[in-house]
């Protein structure tokens, strides 16, 4: 049984042929596309290490048949940073030790610019972390995670005011 | 994950065509059935992928006060429409309590009702479980039973089912609308889960190739709205499955109980509605001994199914509390930690 399916990914369309529709989102990314930035953790959707976003919402893509995706618009963590500038949440993760070994990170950054983009938790840092616990971390960089969120959130907002002015 | 057949129907009579062949599953969101299929619980012959129904996925209100949810109406979606969280506020709340923000935006409504018990002598695919393999045996009785039934179960199942939406939406009333080759029919949420008896593979009262469209509330779940909260005890503050939960939903008037609704999660093999509870409250005054006895009655049936006597006093507590927390009425935003009762106070360090 042959599949293709046509993507966006990062801004550029990807059409995929799939010889097993047993293929997920995640591997599609990691073993077809080469773009491994996005992580293989658990694969049972428990640690969000492979969280990208998808239509703009983040989402687990190890729990996602990449047949299901034809259409969708993907963006993962090498399609965060605009013309070899850092993204706001890129930046703040660096600034404030949001991670220590790493391997956690994209999928931390993603869901946090989902996050972000969501609107509910605002700067409240009790609401980050509850809409941050779909990412787990070995190394217990919570705290940086925390402030980098909400430093985040400022450059964000900061940049938006340069722009609308 | 075993090899299965894809297939994307336009419609939903190709969709149930597709979907009544032996060993055929429907796929939405995904969330539990690749878990599932990557576990080799589950070893679906084919996907039918229903993702992309048109008509599934809106939010109606309805004439007469009710709603009416699209079955593929993603779980996020619905917890964040401020009108269904304004009218429906134990329900969002219960929403927000279960999973992580990912696994929300990815669940739907259709597939939270048919979401497979988190009993792990069903997920170990090695030992004997008369869900898996009819017959087989019940390796949870003697064993790990912290997440096992003390209501509703059989000595051949003791697994719970682990919906939080489901407990809200049993309170409240909620209706099943079902498409199937015989055409579209409705029934009671309180009726759609079975209870495992001899056969617990059998869980709802869906036949092979019927289709979960819509969820309805009706208007009468919305006078509740003041008085509605969800409370939820697990392992960790969030993103972890219930050991114990109840909805409790009040009708304050005159300073007496007019109506209650109370149901329990965690610790029943479907989302567990306590109408004996719900009795004992009518007329009294919202105060502790009421709300004790009330949480007596709702637990009055339960019985250990292994080393789980715990969820007993456990589930009393829980029910007690969230009728105390109905009471003090509904928070006009809902907690940071929603259904936790380790909801921080303002100024308070993080738990």
Redesign the interface.
């Known amino acids: 049984?042959s599949?293709s399916v046509l993507l966006s990914v990062n801004g550029v369309a990807r059409e995929v042929a799939l010889d097993?529709?047993?293929v997920?989102l995640l591997d599609l990314l990691r073993e077809r596309l080469g773009l491994t930035g996005t992580k293989k953790g658990c694969?049972?959707?428990q640690c969000?290490a492979c969280?990208v976003l998808v239509d703009g919402?983040?989402?687990?893509s190890?729990?996602?048949?990449a047949?299901?995706c034809d259409g969708a618009r993907v963006l993962t963590i090498e399609g965060l940073a605009e013309e070899g500038a850092l993204h706001p949440v890129q930046e703040a993760f660096i600034a404030h030790d949001g991670f220590q070994c790493g391997f956690c990170t994209p999928g931390q950054i993603m869901?946090a610019v989902?996050?972000i983009l969501?609107g509910?938790a605002g700067d409240?840092?009790?609401?980050i972390?509850?809409?941050?616990?779909?990412?787990i971390c070995r190394c217990g960089a919570y705290a940086g995670i925390t402030a980098a969120i909400l430093d985040a959130e400022r450059r964000l907002a900061e940049r938006n005011r340069a722009e609308a002015a | 994950m075993n090899r299965f057949d894809y297939v994307r129907p336009a419609t939903f009579a190709e969709a149930i065509a597709a979907a009544s062949e032996p060993g055929a599953a429907y796929l939405a969101g995904g969330t539990n059935l690749l878990d599932l299929m990557k576990g080799g619980i589950v070893r679906p012959g084919r996907l039918v992928d229903v993702s992309r129904l048109p008509g599934l996925g809106a939010i109606e209100w309805l004439a007469d006060g009710g709603v009416r949810i699209g079955a593929l109406v993603r779980n996020s979606d619905l917890a964040h429409d401020s009108e269904f969280a304004r009218r429906f506020p134990a329900v969002a709340e219960a929403l927000l309590s279960g999973a992580s923000a990912q696994l929300r935006n990815m669940a739907t409504v259709g597939g939270n009702l048919l979401q497979r018990t988190r009993c792990a002598h069903f997920y170990d695919v090695a030992g004997a479980c008369n869900k898996r393999a009819p017959g087989a045996g019940c390796e949870a009785r003697g064993g790990e039973a912290r997440n096992a039934a003390v209501l509703g179960w059989s000595e051949h199942c003791i697994a719970t089912h682990p919906s939080d939406f489901c407990v809200a939406l049993v309170a409240l009333d909620a209706v099943v609308e079902i498409a199937g080759q015989g055409g579209e029919y409705q029934v009671p949420l309180e009726d759609f889960h079975r209870l495992p008896g001899e056969t617990p593979g059998q869980e709802s009262v869906l036949e092979p190739g019927e289709l979960i469209i819509a969820v309805r509330l009706p208007a009468q779940a919305a006078s509740f709205s003041r008085h509605a909260r969800y409370l939820k005890i697990r392992d960790r503050t969030s993103f972890a499955f219930a050991v114990a939960s109840a909805a409790a939903a009040l009708r304050i008037e005159q300073g007496a109980i007019a109506a209650a609704r109370i149901a329990l999660g965690g610790v029943a093999p479907k989302p567990w509605r306590a109408r004996l509870a719900e009795r004992a409250l009518i007329g009294v005054g919202p105060d502790r001994t009421h709300f004790d006895r009330a949480a007596e009655a709702a637990l009055a049936d339960a019985r250990p199914s292994g080393d789980n006597a715990f969820k007993i006093e456990l589930a009393r507590r829980i029910v007690a509390r969230a009728l105390a927390l109905a009471a003090a009425g509904t928070p006009a935003r809902l907690p940071a930690l929603p259904g936790s009762p380790f909801s921080p106070v303002a100024g308070v360090l993080h738990v």
């Open positions: 049984m599949l097993d529709p047993r997920t694969d049972r959707g969000g969280t919402r983040r989402i687990n190890c729990l996602t048949l047949a299901s869901s989902g996050l969501e509910h409240d840092p009790e609401r972390r509850e809409g941050m616990s779909g990412n």
